[in-house]
């Protein structure tokens, strides 16, 4: 029972770790309706309370075979992304994984929690087992030649017990165990679990080729391509904006082809929350300006300063503070 506990473990946090990237060998041929996408000063809504924060990222928003890209169906399309430097917090990991992660994969493991200690990944939770079983894992982040990432486990722990060698003796059953319905592949070499992700983010599903992971603080700090891409001019300078250009999009009644449409943080917040799942709200709070060359900027409400308020006494989380020369 113990083994299958620490393989659960360590997939828990493999899968985790990685958040929205697919390691990837290039960017294939991009197909008609493609839209090119850039961000800066961004705070992503995963799902609600699930934040991923955004330097500067560029990329495309791909269609699905016989799709059209729409802003109100996330699975018409996906993310490819060629730059970025993203930052998630411990607080989010820990609830996209009880929120999103672990329900999908359909696990026993529940009531996790992960923290940084230095360039360490720490997790702890609960396994039902018959009984529920506390488990802890540490481990190392880095990533691979080929994009994927590399999580080094150094100590693993099941009600207490200290265990080493673990993958060593539990890689012939790791599949078995570890694996849950529409899990990505993955290898195993020593003591390291290799992962190349795929839809472990809600739609929509994003890929890119990850070259850098660290910990900074409180933060899983992850790069794709390069961290401080040259971005594309956009209709309205602002320091937190989504700007789309090309293809076909369709959002709410509209359909907009030949693509011009930037979306700016009206409330000027330090980051810009935008919410895929609520950009209706924000758009009902905001208001829009055409441009003579029949493009579309629209000012719409930081997602943080519409959603409704929980009543729980915490503290509020704090999000990375982005700056444009870090």
Known sequence: MRFNISVLCLWLVASASVCAAQAAKGTPALPHGTIYIEAQNMSFSLIDDVTLTVKRMNGFLIPRPGKIVSLDD???FTMQIENAKTYLSAENLSLL???????????????????FEDQTLVV??????GLNVPFEGKGTLSVTPEGGLKLHFTDVKAAGVLKKGLLDALGITLASVAQPKHQPS????????IVSVDRLFPPPHVGGKLTSVEIDGDQLVEIFGQPN???KPVPVAADGYV?????????GKLTMKDVDLEIVNKDKTALFNFSLDHYREQLEAGYSKSLPNLG???????????????????????????????
């Open 124 to 129: 702890k939770g609960s396994v039902k087992k």
């Open 97 to 115: 994984l009880n929120a999103y992660i672990l329900p999908h994969a359909k696990t026993s493991i529940h009531d996790v929690t992960v923290h």
């Open 186 to 193: 993955f290898q195993i070499q020593g003591d390291d679990l």
């Open 243 to 251: 700007y789309f250009r090309g293809g076909t999009v369709v959002f």
């Open 296 to 326: 579309l900027v629209v000012y719409v409400a930081d997602y943080s300063t519409i959603a409704p308020k929980k009543e729980t006494g915490a503290v509020p989380k704090k999000e990375p503070e982005v700056s444009q020369n870090k």
């Open 74 to 76: 996330k699975k018409s």
């Open 229 to 231: 891409p040259v971005l």
